[in-house]
């Protein structure tokens, strides 16, 4: 059984910094590509950025390119997203996902999801 646990939101200032984790297990990790997305109630999950198996390449959206970093450890089955220099419109629930493909940007190319944790930036 596959299963994605996310960790590291909270509640911080505009300006601060956050690294969320994502634990993955019962699937081979260094196989799949993994994407972070976030959303805010009544509005669709937005991709942030994804991170190729195969050659660990990374793909951002215009809205955290230059802020958000993704990275991965495979041998801790481990990804992360540093998120430097937030802002309030980051405020939502982030969700990593794994996925078969090689550079998947759309949430319907992920078969497996965490339950997410939730990022608010307020000051």
């Known amino acids: 059984q596959v299963q994605l646990v ?3 939101g909270g509640l911080v200032q505009p300006g601060d910094s956050l690294r969320l984790s994502c634990v993955a297990s019962g699937l081979n990790f260094r196989l ?3 994407g972070w997305f976030r959303q805010v109630p009544g509005k669709e999950r937005e991709f942030l950025a994804f991170i190729s198996y195969r050659d660990r ?3 951002y959206a215009d809205s955290v ?4 970093t993704i990275s991965r450890d495979n041998v801790k089955n481990t990804a992360y997203l540093q998120m430097n220099n937030l802002k309030p419109e980051d405020t939502a629930v982030y969700y990593c996902a794994c996925s078969g493909r090689d550079r998947p940007s759309s949430s319907f190319h992920y078969s497996d999801w965490g339950q997410g944790t939730q990022v608010t930036v307020s000051s």
């Not at 390119?65 to 958000?68: D, I």
């Open 65 to 68: 390119r230059g802020r958000f």
């Open 6 to 8: 996310e960790s590291g």
């Open 57 to 59: 390449r990374a793909l």
């Open 32 to 34: 799949y590509t993994v």
